[in-house]
């Protein structure tokens, strides 16, 4: 699978990971390994904990997944 961005771009890199939201494929320049609280849903901006409700420890942990940058932007703006 190539990268979504650098397609956009014309360029053709390999994907080293794929997003938990939108399911693209991303290379090394354009992940986002982020620390997420749990999502809920199918697209997952709604939070199901970390906006008021304790994530456990191990929740947050299991969630340590990659991001493209237009899903990380989406949810730092639902934050
Ligand atoms: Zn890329
Ligand atoms: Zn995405």
């Known amino acids: 699978m190539k990268c979504y961005e650098c397609s956009k771009n014309g360029k053709d890199s ?18 986002v390994r982020e620390d997420t609280p749990v999502w809920e849903g199918e697209y997952g901006i709604k939070l199901k904990c970390g906006m008021g409700v ?26």
Request: net charge negative; hydrophobic share 30%.
């Open 14 to 31: 390999d994907t080293v990971a794929i997003c938990i939201v939108c399911g693209r494929g991303v290379c090394r320049d354009h992940l």
């Open 54 to 79: 304790e994530c456990k420890y191990e929740d947050v942990q299991h969630m340590k997944k990659v991001l493209c940058i237009p899903c990380h932007e989406a949810l730092k703006e639902n934050y």
